[in-house]
Every structure is written in structure tokens, then in C-alpha cells.
């Protein structure tokens, strides 16, 4: 299975880089998982919300990607790099609104969704976010749910930050079962939450 994570300049560290050792975790507990951090354009590295640096490994356009996930980050915030600018640069919800016509599946964190609703992938259904924007995640028509991961079949949710955790560990147990999921919260020594929303079965 070919996991991307966009990352984009301004994305919050955690949103992105707790997913990305949750699933290679599970990788290296058996899951079939090959995991990638990726960008739209070429570049030698990204700079984080918070100042870290990353090296992706490739560009989005370049794979064959079973799940993409988007992180959040700067929303809230209105820092000059972030999920906010990105949807009003627009390349990013274009590059997401082709991923779900070609029928990827996509998850999002924290204010990732955002990103989702600027593509108008959320309008009608159901999704969560950072609290701080759940206003307008509710504005850009998406059903808002009280939960730390809304699972909406191929499009998958989750709130603020931390969340990103339970959502992989979730993805985790989707496609890899309750057995690696429980595996790899234990290695990590991570408290699961059951704050799970499922509006498909």
C-alpha cells in the first residue's frame, strides 16, 4: 500500500510526522505499507510550522498513491506560510480535488480538512477538524462531528494536532487489522482513543 503525506510549506510538525511513525511503525510490524513524504513542486526541503526542516522524498505527481494524507498547520494562526495560504493559492485543493476524482482515498489532520473543503470535497458530509475552525469547516458545508476521527470511507478526518495519532493508528487497523494497530500503540507506548466516528461501514 503507497502512503503519501503532502507536506507544504508552514504544515504543522506533528500533523505530519506522528502519521508518518505510526504507519512506518506498522510497516515494520508487518503491515504492507510504504510511506512517503511528498510536495506539488520540486524542492530540496520544507520548513515547518514551528522552524524544522524536512527533506520530502519525492513529488506527489510521481506516484501511484493508495492513501494521501494532508496535515494542517498556521490556520488558526494566519501565519504568512500554512493551510490557509495554500488554499488561497489554490494548487494544493486542485492537486486533492484530482486525487479524489481519480478515486484516492484521503485523510486529513487538524486543519488539513480545510484544505479538503477548499478542494469541495467535504460539502455534505461529515468531518472534523482543529476546534478553532470548525466554524468554517461548518461554512464550507461539511456536517461537522464532535469527534477525534470521522471515518467517512474515503475520505477519513481528524481533530486538532494529536488526533493525527489516532487517525493513523485507525488507518492502521482499516488496512492492517486491530492487531497491528494494537501493536503499534503499545510500542509507542500511546493510549488509543476510542472517539472514533464511523459514518460508513
Not at 39 to 45: D, K, M, N, S
Amino acid at each position: 500500500m503507497q502512503i503519501a503525506i503532502i507536506l507544504y510549506p508552514g504544515f504543522d510538525e506533528l500533523d505530519a510526522i506522528g502519521p508518518y511513525e505510526v504507519l512506518c511503525a506498522a510497516a515494520e510490524s508487518g503491515a504492507g505499507f510504504e510511506v512517503s513524504l511528498v510536495t506539488l513542486e520540486p524542492t530540496a526541503e520544507i520548513v515547518a510550522s514551528h522552524g524544522l526542516s524536512v527533506r520530502p522524498d519525492g513529488l506527489l505527481a510521481d506516484g501511484r498513491w493508495d492513501l494521501v494524507i494532508v496535515p494542517g498547520g498556521g490556520w488558526n494562526a494566519s501565519k504568512p506560510a500554512g493551510a490557509r495560504i495554500e488554499t488561497q493559492r489554490g494548487a494544493l485543493p486542485a492537486a486533492l480535488a484530482d486525487l479524489a476524482s481519480a478515486g484516492v482515498p484521503l485523510a486529513s489532520v487538524c486543519t488539513g480538512a480545510m484544505l479538503l473543503a477548499a478542494a469541495g470535497l467535504l460539502r455534505g458530509r461529515p468531518a472534523v477538524t482543529h476546534h478553532g475552525a470548525l466554524p468554517e469547516l461548518a461554512e464550507a458545508g461539511a456536517e461537522v462531528i464532535d469527534a477525534r476521527v470521522v471515518d467517512d470511507g474515503n475520505i477519513v478526518t481528524a481533530g486538532g494536532v494529536t488526533s493525527g495519532i489516532d487517525l493513523a493508528l485507525w488507518l492502521v487497523q482499516r488496512h492492517a487489522g486491530a492487531e497491528v494497530a494494537e501493536r503499534v500503540a503499545a510500542r509507542l507506548e500511546y493510549r488509543r482513543s476510542d472517539d472514533i466516528v464511523q459514518t460508513h461501514r
